[in-house]
């Protein structure tokens, strides 16, 4: 999961781009770029961090032009350490290429052999997208060879991309001096949507708030398997580029990914999690009666809106129970364990009046890896809690993700040979209720029959792309190389029996 936009406009861009990394600082925070082209000549800036911290004055002063690429980096492959492998990409043949790219390959072993021993193309990192640049730089050097460029040429190398590329791949490169080029994998595992403004400018990136944001209307979702050819004037062509396309879009990206205030392949975010807190109150319903919940209290802040639903349906008051501080991360998608364990109450703080002495029903938009609801539950009994039930508005995750996802391995996972009650035992919690996957899927599905159906992986362990055994999911983890912790957390903020918790939990 990173985030990712494209724009040619009459105007300068660099400042555009800023902004809309900006909207999109939730779907990555381990760095971030921007490139920007000025006749033939790309001028870059990427560096570790987040968008705030990477960008300064003179830096934005070193990226004229009025065609860009940015990006913010969530690393699920290659060195999460290493700041060669922040994006864009380049590669200066054919004609000069950088690209940025959400999601994750799952042949990138396989290609990276295929470009050295038969394309005789170098790849300097562990990164997925520089293969996957090196990939497209290679067609579309075949599609232009002894011709003069034209958009059919870049829908020719495209249409070879989907056929040696397989995973999750929402990809934005611009191509020196001809335009800018946006395509989706076949499945349209990650999203990707295009925009407008009155002076003409042509937008794309991850999520429609990145449009919203910035002035910009809404257009469509680019297909899966589509591809966008953007000339520098603003010229739009289109094609699709793959043999038998298929929308499966990542219901994660509903779950928690994206922002509540975007849409998704048709789908409002917002009402994906009201749907699910519907259908996650007649499961709640069947394992602790309403009348022994005094409060329900959700764990900001993508569970919001399911906890409302929840909530109004049962008929029991909603309350905010935790305050967030804004300036830390999100816990999911921070590097090592040892960070998500520290950051937590640095993130949430509570509302005792909201706890003392009440029956509280905690809604979450999913658990992962079990130690945050863990550290939560916790907070929540410190508080004076009577009892604390735990709600999930999303299935056991119970399998690895290889779509772009940092859910890597099942040992990371609590739910991940566990019955419930284990998971509960570990968690901490009185009661714990679960979505489940066929009650989610309609949930969300209801909202646009257009969709095929979803890449759910992480909750039923099917794969859409079809290439995926137990053996390739290691392979997949052999190449990553993750940030480097310590042994110990010897922070205060560790639980006093967290011994005990790392019992239970395993490598959690």
């Known amino acids: 999961m990173c985030g990712i936009v494209g724009v040619v406009s009459p105007a300068p861009v660099n400042q555009l781009i800023y902004d809309a990394l900006l909207l999109l600082q939730h779907r990555g925070q381990d760095a971030a770029g921007i490139v920007t082209q000025q006749g033939r000549k790309f001028f870059m800036h990427k560096a570790k961090g987040m968008v705030r911290d990477v960008f300064r004055t003179r830096n934005m002063r070193a990226l004229p032009g009025n065609a860009g690429l940015g990006q913010v980096r969530y690393p699920t492959a290659g060195n999460a350490c290493s700041e060669e492998e922040a994006q864009p990409f380049y590669v200066n043949?054919?004609?000069?290429?950088?690209?940025?790219?959400?999601?994750?390959?799952?042949?990138?072993?396989?290609?990276?052999?295929?470009?050295?021993?038969?394309?005789?193309?170098?790849?300097?990192?562990?990164?997925?997208?520089?293969?996957?640049?090196?990939?497209?730089?290679?067609?579309?050097e075949r599609a232009t060879r002894g011709v003069p460029f034209q958009p059919e040429d870049a829908f020719t190398a495209v249409r070879a991309?989907?056929?040696?590329?397989?995973?999750?791949?929402?990809?934005?490169?611009?191509?020196?001096?001809?335009?800018?080029?946006?395509?989706?994998?076949?499945?349209?595992?990650?999203?990707?949507?295009?925009?407008?403004s009155q002076d003409g400018t042509v937008m794309l990136g991850s999520e429609s708030v990145a449009l919203e944001g910035t002035a910009h209307g809404f257009e469509r979702n680019i297909a899966p398997g589509e591809a966008i050819f953007v000339t520098l004037d603003g010229k739009l062509h289109a094609r699709q580029c793959a043999e038998n396309p298929q929308l499966n879009p990542c219901i994660f990206e509903f779950v928690y990914l994206a922002r509540p205030d975007s849409v998704l392949d048709g789908i409002s975010v917002y009402q994906a999690r009201l749907n699910l807190g519907q259908a996650l109150a007649k499961r709640v319903v069947s394992t602790v009666p309403p009348n022994e919940i005094d409060v329900i209290i959700p764990i900001p802040e993508s569970s919001r809106p399911s906890a409302m639903q929840l909530a109004q349906l049962l008929g029991i008051p909603y309350r905010e129970g935790f305050v967030k501080n804004r300036y830390v991360g999100r816990t999911f998608i921070m590097l090592g364990q040892g960070v998500r364990k520290k950051s937590v109450r640095q993130k949430l703080n509570v509302?005792?009046?909201?706890?003392?002495?009440?029956?509280?029903?905690?809604?979450?938009?999913?658990?992962?890896?079990?130690?945050?609801?863990?550290?939560?539950?916790?907070?929540?009994?410190?508080?004076g809690a009577r009892k604390v039930y735990l709600a999930s508005a999303a299935p056991p995750v119970r399998y690895p993700n290889v779509y772009g996802i940092d859910m890597p391995t099942n040992s990371e996972l609590v739910a991940h040979g566990r019955t419930v009650e284990e998971i509960r035992q570990a968690i901490g919690c009185d009661a714990l209720i679960y979505q489940d996957v066929d009650g989610m899927k309609k949930a969300v599905g209801s909202l646009n029959s257009a969709i095929a159906g979803f890449d759910a992986s992480c909750f039923d362990g099917v794969y859409v792309t079809g290439d995926i055994t137990a053996e390739g999911i290691a392979r997949l983890n052999e190449g990553r190389v993750d940030q480097p912790e310590g042994d110990e957390d010897n922070s205060r903020l560790t639980l006093p029996n967290s011994q005990e918790a790392r019992d239970l939990i395993g490598n959690d």
């Open 161 to 196: 991309v989907h056929r040696r590329v397989k995973g999750s791949y929402a990809v934005i490169a611009l191509i020196a001096g001809h335009g800018l080029l946006a395509f989706r994998d076949p499945h349209g595992i990650r999203p990707l949507a295009m925009g407008r």
């Open 93 to 140: 043949a054919p004609f000069g290429i950088v690209l940025v790219h959400n999601g994750n390959l799952t042949n990138a072993r396989e290609l990276r052999t295929e470009l050295f021993l038969t394309d005789h193309r170098h790849i300097n990192t562990e990164s997925d997208s520089e293969v996957l640049l090196n990939v497209l730089a290679h067609e579309l």
């Open 351 to 383: 509302i005792a009046s909201e706890f003392k002495g009440r029956n509280v029903l905690l809604v979450d938009d999913s658990i992962v890896r079990g130690t945050t609801s863990r550290e939560i539950v916790q907070m929540a009994r410190d508080a």
